[in-house]
């Protein structure tokens, strides 16, 4: 399976699951070249098929766009790149349960076994430190950058009012990473809840995280959405060559 497909059915993945909606974005970088990645144009990820996937230099250029409109937070993922060689997947999401932690002085910590990742450090990066008066989109190289270098070494950051960036050194990886950061969220919420008065929560702590983190790729997870994805995307596109066939009839009769 190629890695088109697979960034199709990252997009389809991260939709069904709610962490990214009309707006949110994943994408690849280039097997065949370190300086390009791959990334949808500009649809809601729900509809992403392998032909709207579009490569890009790592200014985020389209090396070819066929007029196509692109994401205007693409520099997202550019600057992301440039800085982590590491990095061979990058999601952004407007993930819900995620942006109050963004917004507020609570911190997102693990307290999940299928979120351990958190416990490597999740920064969050204010628009405002960099440019004042912004719609909090990430629209330009600068924005790129300044949010580039909060996410650091770590695998992920909260964008504040707006979401996250989610990386990793697979697709499946941050399509994983990225649906378990939403659940801890949750989780992170519903036991503070819990825990009142006293406010006594369990967390992971640095040896459960390290120990988790060591072999934890999402491996079971993604051998799951690829065999349903990939049965959907078939049935798709066989539905569409079915349907070419009265417009098809129709055009010949005019021959
Ligand atoms: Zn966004």
Redesign the pocket.
């Known amino acids: 399976m190629s890695i088109i497909e697979d960034l199709v059915i990252a997009s389809r993945t991260l939709a069904e699951h709610g962490v990214i909606d009309s707006?949110?974005h994943a994408s690849v970088r280039s097997e065949t070249d370190a300086e390009r990645y791959l990334m949808p144009r500009a649809i809601a990820p729900e509809l992403v098929t392998e032909d709207d996937i579009l490569e890009f230099d790592l200014d985020s250029k389209p090396i070819d766009g066929r007029g196509r409109a692109v994401y205007n937070?693409r520099f997202i993922h550019g600057e992301i790149y440039k800085l982590r060689p590491d990095v061979k997947a990058i999601v952004?999401n407007?993930s819900p349960a995620v942006v109050p932690f963004s917004c507020t002085e609570a911190e997102l910590r693990p307290i999940f076994h299928m979120s351990a990742f958190i416990g490597l450090g999740v920064p969050t990066w204010d628009i405002r430190d960099a440019q004042e008066g912004t719609d909090l989109?990430v629209r330009t190289p600068l924005l790129g950058e300044s949010l580039a270098r909060t996410l650091g070494r770590f695998p992920a950051a909260l964008m504040r009012g707006?979401?996250s960036v989610v990386v990793g050194e697979s697709l499946q990886i941050a399509v994983g990473r990225t649906i378990y950061l939403e659940q801890n969220a949750r989780m992170q919420f519903q036991a503070v809840l819990l825990s009142a008065p006293s406010g006594r929560i369990v967390f992971m702590d640095d040896k459960e995280v390290a120990a988790n983190v060591a072999w934890q790729e999402y491996g079971r997870a993604w051998n799951l959405w690829k065999t349903r994805w990939t049965a959907r995307l078939n049935a798709e596109k066989a539905a569409a060559q079915g349907a070419k066939w009265p417009y098809d009839s129709a055009s010949n009769e005019g021959q």
Do not use: A
């Open positions: 707006y949110g937070e952004h407007h989109l707006h979401g």
